[in-house]
T-cell receptor, first 111, second 113 residues
Framework: DADVTQTPRNRITKTGKRIMLECSQT?????MYWYRQDPGLGLRLIYYSFDVKDINKGEISDGYSVSRQAQAKFSLSLESAIPNQTALYFC??????????FGSGTQLSVL | GESVGLHLPTLSVQEGDNSIINCAYSNSASDYFIWYKQESGKGPQFIIDIRSNMDKRQGQRVTVLLNKTVKHLSLQIAATQPGDSAVYFC????????????FGTGTRLLVSP
């Protein structure tokens, strides 16, 4: 079983729709993150959370929101999706160090 | 090296060869570096890391070399196998904590049998 599980794996939606991407982990890590990956660009941080009561914006948080429902669950929402949010989204976890453990990703396409 | 635009640089090698993948990092104050491997359809997978107080670190079939003078990082893979085919990218920690982790765009490694 995967340690970091993302659902769905693929999603196609239309402009203006609300979308939620979910992430759950069995690694027991307190820290969870959402990144997006675009062709030709490195991974960019959207939001991160050090524990259930701690939520922080990353470098590209505009247009996104998150919810940390439990230590093991961290969801990413696009309140009103737009085409330039088409990307591959990754959830990651870590313990106290910088080493990140990634999920398999969600490919989102906004038409 | 790092990519420009949409096309990743590609390194093609024969099975059994040694591979060297390079990365130029941006910040002379970076104190931690990490290499990830990303196979098609999968998330990035940790390979090896190194702190700035070291020049070299070895793992199983992999070695990371750090040259702080020229801000250069390399990943050496010994006896490359077809299963090593993937995109490899480096990341640097430019400040305090993970949130300063800056990722490179990657190099595609193709291993021919």
């Amino acid at each position: 079983d995967a340690d970091v599980t993302q659902t769905p794996r693929n999603r196609i939606t239309k402009t203006g729709k609300r979308i939620m991407l979910e992430c759950s982990q069995t690694k027991g890590h307190d820290r969870m993150y959402w990144y997006r990956q675009d062709p030709g660009l490195g991974l960019r941080l959207i939001y991160y959370s050090f524990d259930v009561k701690d939520i922080n914006k990353g470098e590209i948080s505009d247009g996104y929101s998150v919810s940390r429902q439990a230590q093991a669950k961290f969801s990413l929402s696009l309140e009103s999706a737009i085409p330039n949010q088409t990307a591959l989204y990754f959830c990651a976890t870590s313990d106290l160090g910088e080493k990140l453990f990634f999920g398999s990703g969600t490919q989102l396409s906004v038409l | 090296g790092e990519s420009v635009g949409l096309h990743l640089p590609t390194l093609s090698v024969q099975e059994g060869d040694n591979s060297i993948i390079n990365c130029a990092y941006s910040n002379s104050a970076s104190d931690y570096f990490i290499w990830y491997k990303q196979e098609s359809g999968k998330g990035p997978q940790f390979i090896i890391d190194i702190r700035s107080n070291m020049d070299k670190r070895q793992g199983q079939r992999v070695t990371v070399l750090l040259n702080k003078t020229v801000k250069h990082l390399s990943l050496q893979i010994a006896a490359t196998q077809p299963g090593d085919s993937a995109v490899y990218f480096c990341a640097e920690n430019t400040g305090e904590g993970f949130q300063k982790l800056v990722f490179g765009t990657g190099t595609r490694l193709l291993v021919s049998p």
